[in-house]
């Protein structure tokens, strides 16, 4: 029961990143709550309001069906409207920064809502629309919930100014930048407080049996309470090898067993890996970075060549690289005491190359930049770290940078300006 309560929990919050799911769950929600409103109307609602509210309530067949198909068709081009908000935002966003942004900003639950309460009145004057008879009498016409129908018009119109405003907000590239840092800052400080400081020594895998992945995907979410429980039942240890995050292809080794594992349990464990075509940064911090060093190395490319934009996105690594430093390379899962899995991750000094390497292309030839990129080695050094050799792999990006500097920046002034500062930061390159 467990292990099926944790799986349904990971696929909601796959399906919940998806773009058509909020529309999707108020649509449904417009049709039930039409279906109640009639049943209210078959129990004498609008009757009720005629004879005591009449102002209320649209007492003529043809007046109602009037009201509702301008309702109707009025909604509908707003949420043409909006939809073309949206794919514009996304292709702006894909083109001006990043395409790995796209799935944050499909996963914007505001947007979401507002579509979706787009659709919910839609909707909802459908069918009260199909339920009118032209020729009835008043107590016959559902008065009240065509009134009702005119009020979620009213909300749309005001949700619809939001949507112009939050989307006009969306596509700044400092919201942006705030949001993805917030949701990594989130993401890493759970799991730097989740760790143990002390734990037993986790043993050496490389003669385990292996068991391959029957799927394909980025290795988005694992259920970790159901792999320890399989472990402490079996009297086991596992070792799982992709990073998350990682794309794993079908036939690839997965994880490590101390002990053989007929094909049930292998399909019991193998059940609680969850993998998606997508990446969030909500589940793996790592596309953080990788998101923000492709914002900084596109605003620096030739075509775009955003200095200001790139620095902001400095300073948002540096942030985020700071809370790193706290964190250990290696991730056991424990429980009582006792290590039961073991994940690999990537190292701080892998982590930092790859950020590096990429921002290195792009920027050696910039003198603010490289001046930025050598403050924030010296904050990080400056920062509480976990194992000490993380300064090591600062002064070894430090001293890349400024080699890579060398030979770009013609100005030989503007090098030495750059070394000397280096210098004075007490940087070992």
Avoid at 134 to 150: A, M, N
Avoid at 335 to 353: E, R, Y
Wanted: net charge neutral; hydrophobic share 45%.
């Amino acid at each position: 029961m467990k292990q099926v309560f944790n799986r349904t929990i990971s696929f909601f919050n796959v399906i919940e990143s998806k773009i058509a799911f909020y529309p999707t769950l108020l649509a449904l929600m417009g049709f039930c709550f039409a279906v109640f409103m009639l049943y209210l109307e078959n129990l004498g609602i609008s009757r009720y309001l005629v004879e005591h509210s009449p102002i209320l309530v649209v007492d003529n067949g043809d007046t109602a069906m009037t009201i509702l198909s301008s309702l109707i068709s009025g909604l509908i081009s707003v949420v043409v409207f909006s939809f073309s908000m949206v794919m514009l935002l996304l292709s702006q966003a894909s083109s001006n920064y990043s395409p790995r942004l796209l799935p944050g900003l499909i996963s914007d639950r505001r947007h979401q809502i507002i579509l979706g309460v787009y659709l919910f009145t839609i909707l909802y004057c459908i069918f009260i629309l199909f339920s009118i008879q032209p020729t009835g009498d008043k107590y016959q016409i559902p008065g009240f919930s065509v009134l009702i129908g005119i009020l979620e018009t009213v909300f749309c119109i005001y949700a619809f100014i939001y949507f112009i405003h939050n989307i006009s907000q969306s596509i700044q590239i400092s919201n942006i930048l705030q949001g993805i840092y917030k949701t990594a800052k989130l993401r890493l400080n759970d799991l730097v407080e989740k760790e143990e400081e002390e734990v037993e020594e986790f043993p050496d895998s490389s003669d385990w049996y292996e068991y391959h992945s029957e799927k394909s995907g980025y290795l988005q979410n694992i259920s970790y309470p159901n792999l320890v429980d399989i472990c402490k039942e079996q009297e086991n240890l596992l070792h799982i090898l992709p990073v998350k995050g990682m794309f794993v292809l079908n036939g690839i080794p997965i994880i490590r067993s101390k002990k053989e594992l007929d094909e049930i349990s292998v399909k019991r464990i193998l059940s609680n890996f969850n993998f998606a075509r997508e990446e969030l940064v909500s589940d793996n911090y790592v596309l953080a970075f990788k998101q923000i060093t492709e914002i900084i190395v596109k605003a620096m490319s030739p075509g775009i060549n955003d200095p200001g934009t790139a620095i902001n996105g400095i300073d948002y690594l540096t942030e985020l690289l700071a809370i790193r430093m706290k964190k250990k390379d290696s991730n056991r899962i424990t429980k009582d005491g006792h290590v039961f899995i073991k994940i690999n991750t990537i190292s701080f000094g892998d982590l930092l190359f790859n950020i590096m390497a990429s921002i290195r292309t792009y920027s050696k030839h910039d003198i603010i930049l490289v001046q930025k990129l050598l403050l924030m080695f010296h904050y990080l050094k400056k920062q509480r770290s976990h194992n000490n050799s993380y300064y090591d792999n600062i002064d070894q990006e430090a001293a890349n940078l400024l080699r890579d500097a060398e030979d770009a920046i013609t100005n030989k002034k503007d090098f030495e300006r750059a070394k000397n500062l280096a210098i004075k930061l007490k940087l070992n390159f």
